[in-house]
């Protein structure tokens, strides 16, 4: 659909927050806590924070969390009993307070989850899902979204967008039936559009690279030494993994007490050093910095050509949770001037 542009008040956001929650839809939103901040669940405007430049972790939980039940299943003498994952408790979902990194991230994610086999617990939980986005106002050194294609005020992903307008007062970007549907809920609220420019409201980011050219070189240098030099502080913690809004290794596990259990899948990397270990022992990634080289090649190389979309939206959030400082906007800056 055609994206459709409306003034919402300051005064209305709350509002427009109580009509979805009396909806019956469940919003999750960012929340301050501690020194972290992180979406969670939310019973009242008041709980939301907007100090935050991007969540501790990303909003991709939502659809594929880090630890999730497959299926249950009961042994006998008879076989094995198997109850299936019940996707139509699935619940509807807001997320409310997403920042454009985060809701470009679910389009590579859809791509994987889709790329051979439908997965049908993550896409019903996606299509049960309404991204409300805002717009970043303030960015930082570790944010390199319009280096990777995206911008501070992207609408990819994002179902509404909301614009912080000089008057504190906000653009209003209805991008989707889901959005639409959003809006419907009090109409009302959603004035003609203003006349303000969008583009000024917006956080400067500075284009370091292009994704395009960092694919080239690095399908080119596969063998270079770069991966050794930039691993060197690298201990494989995973960390990176795991705040990342669009990797998606898991692993799969049984979980059983006598004749019960259940099938369970956990977030995993490729950081990890027995990630692609054997059972004959053989490790075809047995050093840091081959495990380092797969994390960019994936990324920058091997999903643009599989799936035709690439696996980082330059969040920053790698780079700020890294226990040994290790910063990827600086990596592929100094990989695409090779």
């Known amino acids: 659909m055609t994206i459709e542009k409306y003034l919402v008040k300051k005064t209305s956001l709350p509002v427009l927050f109580d009509k979805i929650k009396a909806s019956g839809k469940v919003v999750k939103a960012p929340k301050k806590k501690s020194h972290t901040t992180d979406f969670a669940d939310v019973a009242s405007f008041s709980e939301v924070t907007d ?67 439908n997965d049908v617990i993550f896409t019903t939980k996606l299509k049960k899902t309404t991204i409300i986005g805002f717009s970043c106002q303030n960015a930082d050194e570790n944010c390199f979204c319009t280096s990777v294609g995206g911008n501070p005020g992207s609408t990819q992903g994002s179902d509404i967008l909301f614009t912080k307008l000089s008057s504190g007062d906000y653009l209003a970007e209805v991008i989707s039936e889901k959005g639409k549907a959003i809006q419907a809920l009090a109409p009302e609220l959603f004035e003609a559009a203003p006349s303000e420019d969008k583009e000024q409201n917006l956080a400067k980011v500075d284009v370091k690279f292009t994704k395009e050219i960092i694919k080239e070189k690095v399908d080119k240098y596969f063998e270079s030494d770069v991966w050794k030099e930039q691993a060197q502080r690298c201990i494989g913690c995973g960390t990176c993994a795991f705040v990342c809004p669009t990797c998606a290794c898991f692993d799969i596990q049984d979980e059983n007490h006598g004749k019960n259990g259940h099938r369970i899948r956990t977030w995993d990397s490729c950081c990890f050093s027995q990630f692609t270990l054997h059972t004959s022992g053989h490790n075809p990634r047995p050093t840091q910095d081959r495990r380092w080289r797969q994390r960019i090649m994936h990324k920058f190389s091997y999903m643009p050509d599989r799936i035709n979309v690439y696996g980082c939206v330059g969040c920053g959030r790698c780079s700020r949770a890294c226990p040994v400082d290790m910063n990827i906007a600086e990596h592929l800056t100094n990989i695409s001037k090779m």
């Open 51 to 117: 100090d935050y430049i991007v969540t501790t972790q990303s909003a991709k939980s939502v659809a594929f969390p880090r630890v999730e039940k497959l299926f249950n299943y009961v042994k006998s003498k008879d076989g094995v009993q198997i109850t299936d994952y019940a996707l139509n408790a699935i619940p509807e979902v807001v997320m409310w307070g997403v920042r454009p990194c985060d809701a470009a991230g679910f389009d590579p994610l859809n791509a994987i989850f889709t790329w051979d086999i």
